[in-house]
């Protein structure tokens, strides 16, 4: 097993705004990913696209705190 690859803050923000197809507004880090119009097709989508480069985050993980906020010192969901 390789380890997990790096992606950054700024990644996260980037590839939820591309999921949303809105990359002129700015998201906010506590706000609800769902209000922003991100459903539970594109978390799939986006679950399947961490596992790809083995960041293994469940489809469960994602919707129950659908954020960027940081949790915790090391682990950041969408």
Do not use: C
């Amino acid at each position: 097993m390789t380890n997990p690859e790096i992606i950054s803050h700024q990644w996260l923000q980037e590839r939820v705004q591309q999921l949303i197809e809105d990359n002129d507004t700015e998201l906010d880090q506590e706000e609800s990913l769902i209000l922003y119009g991100l459903d539970s097709l594109r978390v799939m989508r986006f679950a399947a696209e961490l596992k790809e480069r083995n960041i293994h985050v469940s489809f469960e993980d994602l919707i129950k705190s659908p954020t960027l906020a940081r949790e915790g010192a090391n682990k950041s969901l969408i």
